[in-house]
């Protein structure tokens, strides 16, 4: 089973928009259902709205979440009120957010309060730049290692890692990262996480790529970057090449 998140970012404007997309994204997500789980984190603002007009097996998720649980945090939104609002998922780490401020204690904390209210978090990783010596490395082991510290096994199978580099996210990207660069990140993360609990758990940790991926790449990522599915920006918001993307990477190979 292959992963679909859709990170509809701080889009669309319109409730009226929410709908159309909501439903277009749910006849995407049944039409895929035997090779595809598909969810969708929108803004918190339309979670009711998306949550009544999602249906099965379209899932739906948040977009982050305050560290802690005390009220005069104003503008944020605790992991109680994602989950009272029907959030069953919550990106947290994402580089828009790390950029402002959600430094890797930050995120480790949100986890901890994603955990208390068993929503399942999709963490995003990905280094800011790329050398050609290695020592981005260093970034995605720091963020995870800071991530996992606290974790145990059980709680650590649970989590849904996306890679994104951040070079290759968003309207600015450089470009797509390649698929072996895609791989080798892939590797590396399985590589930690095995070191830290077994091989066992961390084969069952879901690894997906995120980063400018279209329904013109998205397929070479899964055959040939080891990628179990894909966080989507963009082309989330534009059913038409959501759904191109899930076709391409469910479709067999002729
Ligand atoms: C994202 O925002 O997580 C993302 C991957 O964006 P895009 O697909 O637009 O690069």
């Given at each position: 089973?292959?992963?679909?998140?859709?990170?509809?970012?701080?889009?669309?404007?319109?409730?009226?928009?929410?709908?159309?997309?909501?439903?277009?994204?749910?006849?995407?997500?049944?039409?895929?259902?035997?090779?595809?789980?598909?969810?969708i984190?929108?803004?918190?603002?339309?979670?009711?709205?998306?949550?009544?007009?999602?249906?099965?097996?379209?899932?739906?998720?948040?977009?982050?979440?305050?560290?802690?649980?005390?009220?005069?945090?104003?503008?944020?939104?605790?992991?109680?009120?994602?989950?009272?609002?029907?959030?069953?998922?919550?990106?947290?780490g994402?580089?828009?957010?790390?950029?402002?401020?959600?430094n890797?204690?930050?995120?480790?904390?949100q986890?901890?309060?994603?955990?208390?209210?068993?929503?399942?978090?999709?963490?995003?990783?990905?280094?800011?730049?790329?050398?050609?010596?290695?020592?981005?490395?260093?970034?995605?082991?720091?963020?995870?290692?800071?991530?996992?510290?606290?974790?145990?096994?059980?709680?650590?199978?649970?989590?849904?890692?996306?890679?994104e580099?951040?070079?290759?996210?968003?309207?600015?990207?450089?470009?797509?990262?390649?698929p072996?660069?895609?791989?080798?990140?892939?590797?590396?993360?399985?590589?930690?996480?095995?070191?830290?609990?077994?091989?066992?758990?961390?084969?069952?940790?879901?690894?997906?790529?995120?980063?400018?991926?279209?329904?013109?790449?998205?397929?070479?990522f899964v055959?040939?970057?080891?990628?179990?599915?894909?966080?989507?920006?963009?082309?989330?918001?534009?059913?038409?090449?959501?759904?191109?993307?899930?076709?391409?990477?469910?479709?067999?190979?002729?």
């Amino acid at each position: 089973m292959l992963y679909l998140i859709g990170n509809w970012k701080m889009a669309p404007e319109k409730n009226s928009q929410v709908i159309d997309l909501v439903k277009k994204t749910t006849a995407i997500a049944r039409t895929y259902k035997k090779s595809l789980t598909t969810i969708i984190c929108p803004p918190a603002v339309f979670l009711p709205a998306v949550v009544k007009n999602a249906k099965v097996p379209l899932l739906v998720g948040a977009q982050g979440l305050a560290a802690s649980d005390a009220i005069a945090q104003t503008g944020l939104i605790s992991a109680g009120m994602l989950k009272d609002n029907g959030a069953a998922y919550c990106i947290i780490g994402h580089s828009e957010m790390r950029a402002r401020g959600d430094n890797n204690e930050i995120v480790k904390q949100q986890l901890t309060k994603l955990f208390d209210k068993k929503i399942v978090p999709i963490l995003c990783i990905g280094e800011k730049t790329r050398d050609t010596q290695g020592w981005y490395l260093s970034e995605i082991k720091e963020q995870l290692e800071t991530a996992f510290a606290d974790l145990v096994p059980l709680q650590a199978k649970k989590i849904i890692i996306a890679y994104e580099p951040v070079w290759a996210i968003g309207k600015d990207a450089t470009r797509a990262a390649t698929p072996a660069e895609c791989r080798e990140m892939m590797i590396f993360i399985r590589k930690m996480l095995s070191d830290k609990y077994d091989e066992k758990i961390a084969k069952s940790i879901v690894l997906l790529y995120g980063g400018s991926a279209d329904e013109f790449n998205a397929r070479s990522f899964v055959t040939d970057g080891a990628a179990q599915g894909f966080l989507v920006g963009r082309v989330s918001l534009e059913a038409k090449r959501l759904e191109a993307l899930a076709k391409a990477i469910t479709t067999p190979e002729k």
